[in-house]
């Protein structure tokens, strides 16, 4: 049966649907020899699709992992500054050669919960943005918001010339600037978004006046971090990636 070319990319590791299109554009997919068009089918059973010159397979065994990044660890397949990255915390080189990626990103000074497949599809049901999927944060501040911060923060702000969704942010505690030695209050706040743009709590916070000091994601959707221990990653359940797909393919509308 033909099918769009991104997605048989995406099914095979090969890239994400998004980054399938960007290779196509770039005329670096054929089929049958023919530089490829975006929007075009192709059925495997007869067709012989490649990139850069190298024929497709078929379909890798999907896997699921759910890792517990720690600081300094990029959420990246390659670094070009030589630092550790999430596959790094894969302990066989099995696990890193079938197309293994993360689903989003944490930065490199954050902490917590990330997903890692080689399933295409399950990355772009879970990252694209009209699908809303909410992640929860713990987040320690400088300063302690005022209740009309909170609320400002809650309602959106405008960032890049583009409101934020409404988020779910709530002060957990005070906490001492003693053990900082600096002497300067903080605040834990557990924050749920259902976007996620690049370094968004992190701008936000400062722009609000309240500069992260550390950042670790603790939930996606349905599913906690839990008592993994950092570096460490354990293999999703079949109903947690069932739960998953279904909570991301809810319409937000």
């Given at each position: 049966m033909a099918e769009r070319l991104?997605?048989?990319?995406?099914?095979?590791?090969?890239?994400?649907?998004?980054?399938?299109?960007?290779?196509?554009l770039g005329g670096r997919v054929t089929v049958n020899g023919e530089i490829a068009e975006l929007g075009q089918r192709a059925d495997v059973s007869h067709d012989r699709i490649c990139v850069d010159g190298v024929e497709i397979g078929e379909p890798p065994r999907c896997a699921y992992f759910l890792v517990h990044k720690p600081k300094g660890v990029v959420s990246t397949c390659h670094d070009p500054q030589g630092r550790k990255t999430v596959l790094d915390l894969l302990d066989t080189a099995s696990h890193q050669g079938v197309g293994i990626h993360p689903v989003g990103r944490l930065d490199a000074d954050s902490t917590g919960a990330l997903l890692l497949t080689n399933d295409g599809d399950f990355t772009y049901l879970l990252t694209h943005p009209r699908h809303q999927m909410s992640k929860v944060y713990r987040v320690s501040v400088k300063g302690v918001p005022s209740p009309d911060t909170l609320s400002q923060w809650q309602a959106g702000v405008v960032l890049d010339g583009r409101k934020t969704l409404p988020a779910e942010v709530s002060l957990l505690k005070r906490q001492s600037g003693d053990s900082q030695g600096d002497g300067t209050e903080r605040a834990l706040l557990q924050i749920a978004l259902k976007e996620g743009r690049n370094r968004q709590i992190r701008r936000v916070a400062q722009m609000l006046g309240h500069p992260v000091?550390?950042?670790?994601?603790?939930?996606?959707?349905?599913?906690?971090?839990?008592?993994?221990?950092?570096?460490?990653?354990?293999s999703l359940t079949e109903k947690e990636i069932a739960r998953l797909k279904q909570e991301a393919a809810i319409d937000p509308s």
């Open positions: 991104q997605k048989l990319l995406s099914q095979r590791g090969i890239a994400s649907r998004r980054r399938a299109e960007k290779l196509i000091t550390a950042l670790h994601r603790s939930k996606i959707g349905s599913l906690p971090l839990g008592d993994l221990a950092r570096g460490r990653y354990r």
